[in-house]
């Protein structure tokens, strides 16, 4: 997308002194949603019936998608000129910050829960599962914080990290990810043909080096050592230790098990997040070996008003790359950004079965590249299984074998 584009689409409102969020009140999902899983108990208690367990899983991976597939998307923008207003209104950051204590509830009374009642193998590992899913979106709550720059909200960024072990993500994402986004030396930025389980293998081994490689240039810079406390990487991974060992020492050894099987799927939403928002997406490399500045158009976008609305307006993930410190209730879309057929969490379920995968998004990614293989970024091994697919680079045989 040119500069030109994006300017068109941020032309002033001449009602913006007026104007007001349709969704304000309705961010307070974003916050209910962590609390999920206390619902799911409190339904197990009354009722007996071992499916609430599955709560989470089904309103996640069924009712969402569809009732994204109900309602559609919402392109409404706020105008420019209200933006600064929306940045100030303490109403929006006061939902980020109540979501954290909600994570930390929903993880200790569930944790009492398995220590406390009787539960067969279906009934652990769903409550587990659910867990995952609820604690793998504090990382989207933590992602909201971490950009900002005061220091309450970035160490309450690291609390909500902790309840999942990934306080690496706080220095990850903002310095490395956001720096090398949509290019091949970014870990989480995944690969047309490259399966959600081989990208996995490669973005959360990669994702932890370069966290502690950016905190170790960072303090080496500052004459300290990597493993001073001032490590930021270090900080959050101690908070998690601390809390683990509490729920331990509390609950028992039943933790030993749940804690892990919670915190594995809970780095799993944060991987198929990676895989989904830049798959396929390439930078151009310029003539001084350099990639061009990330544009709105280097992430996929999505719309889709359930799912936005209980992430925090994550799926707006074009504008949130183009402008890191912009909040979730100013994020805008664009016209004619790469955009995703679902919301989160379809395309999280799709992106389980490769085949069905790659099916939906393959033409996607060759659209937006016009064609041109060679502006794709694809998984080593498979471009000549592109070429015979499509039957060439050039825009038009591309674009002939991709309409059959």
């Known amino acids: 997308m040119s500069e030109n584009v994006v300017t068109e689409s941020l032309q002033r409102d001449p009602g913006a002194e007026n104007y007001v969020d349709r969704k304000r009140h309705l961010w307070v999902l974003s916050v209910l949603w962590p609390a999920t899983p206390l619902i ?9 019936w071992s499916i609430w367990y599955g709560l989470v899983l089904i309103f996640w991976y069924g009712a969402v998608p569809l009732i994204d597939a109900m309602f559609g998307e919402d392109f409404s923008n706020p105008p420019e000129s209200a933006v600064p207003r929306l940045e100030q209104d303490r109403y ?30 279906f009934e652990f590992v769903a409550l587990a599962f659910s867990m995952g899913i609820i604690n793998g979106l504090a990382l989207n709550t933590g992602h909201e914080l971490g950009h900002k720059k ?3 909200d970035r160490w309450m960024a690291k609390l909500v990290l902790a309840v999942v072990g990934y306080g690496h993500f706080f220095i990850e994402h903002n310095k490395g990810h956001h720096r090398d986004v949509a290019t091949p030396m970014d870990p989480a930025t995944s690969r047309m043909g490259e399966s959600i389980y081989a990208f996995s293998l490669r973005e959360i081994p990669g994702a932890f080096k370069r966290a502690w490689t950016l905190e170790e240039q960072r303090l080496s810079r500052c004459g300290k050592s990597v493993w001073s406390l001032e490590n930021e990487v270090l900080q959050p991974m101690i908070l998690t230790v601390v809390l683990y060992a509490a729920l331990l020492a509390f609950f028992g050894p039943l933790m030993l098990i749940f804690l892990p099987i919670q915190m594995a799927f809970g780095w799993w939403q944060l991987t198929s997040a990676n895989y989904i928002e830049h798959y396929g997406l390439l930078r151009e490399k310029m003539s001084d070996g350099r990639y061009e500045r990330q544009q709105p158009h280097h992430s996929w976008n999505s719309n889709h ?21 912009r909040s979730y209730q100013s994020l805008r879309d664009f016209k004619d950004l790469p955009s995703l057929p679902s919301g989160y969490p379809g395309m999280f379920l799709v992106a389980m079965f490769p085949s069905w995968f790659r099916s939906i998004m393959d033409h996607r990614v060759l659209d937006w590249a016009k064609g041109d293989l060679d502006k794709i970024q694809i998984q080593p091994g498979k471009r000549e299984f592109y070429v015979r697919k499509f039957g ?11 309409s059959k």
Request: net charge negative; charged share 10%.
């Open 40 to 48: 799911s108990l409190y339904l197990v208690a009354q009722t007996g």
């Open 92 to 121: 929006y950051r006061v939902l980020t910050y109540l979501t954290v204590p909600v994570h930390y509830a929903s993880l200790i009374v569930s944790c009492w829960w398995v220590a406390t009642h009787p539960m067969n193998v």
């Open 150 to 152: 005061e220091t309450f």
């Open 305 to 325: 008003i359930m799912s936005n609305l209980i992430l925090f307006h994550l799926q707006r993930h074009s504008d949130h790359h183009a402008h890191p410190t």
């Open 392 to 402: 060439g680079t050039d825009s038009e045989s591309v674009d002939t074998a991709a």
